[in-house]
């Protein structure tokens, strides 16, 4: 499905009470700023980024070790950031430009993440928003099978 706020092809995809389908992190982007369907202005619920409604059920039975069709694999480094309690991974297209910029040899880069413009310090190994330089979360580069919370907030 295409997202109608990246106007990409929708990453972990999305559905809103209303029914219309959004990126994961484009949606959660939206409901900080306006908590309204971008299409539809729908209230969205506080409690619903913790309890998206992901588009594409994993079938049969549904551990934690089954992997995502957009999970890079096992021989390739991904990114996490710092959770209250563990780690996240970012989500696909981030976790490769975070990827893609450190081996370039860059000391920081910028990313745009859920509509909010990160700041990822490579030297001291943590991001923090542009806006909000006291929030800041230390990240790794890791295996895609390391320890994690799930992927760009979403519980696996
Ligand atoms: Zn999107
Ligand atoms: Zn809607």
């Known amino acids: 499905p295409d997202c109608p706020v990246c106007l990409q092809q929708a990453s972990y ?9 959004f990126c994961f992190l484009c949606i959660k982007g939206v409901a900080l700023r306006s908590r309204k369907c971008a299409i539809c202005r729908q ?27 957009s999970d890079p694999p096992a021989d390739e480094y991904v990114w996490f ?3 209250r309690n563990g780690w996240w991974q970012y989500d696909t297209k981030t976790s490769k430009e975070v ?3 450190f081996k370039g040899g860059k000391r920081s880069c910028t990313l745009l993440i859920a509509g909010f413009l990160y700041l990822i310090d490579f ?12 929030r800041r979360r230390r990240i790794k580069r890791d295996k895609p099978n ?8 979403i519980r696996l």
């Open 81 to 83: 950031y710092e959770g």
């Open 123 to 134: 030297e001291n190994m943590f991001q923090m928003r542009r806006n909000e330089p006291g």
């Open 13 to 21: 995809p999305v559905r809103l009470p209303c029914g219309h389908m």
């Open 99 to 101: 990827e893609s910029a």
């Open 43 to 69: 209230p969205i619920s506080p409690d619903y980024l913790d309890k998206p409604t992901l588009v594409k059920v994993v079938s049969g039975q549904s551990s934690s070790s089954d992997k995502a069709p």
């Open 146 to 153: 390391a320890d994690r919370k799930g992927v760009a907030g």
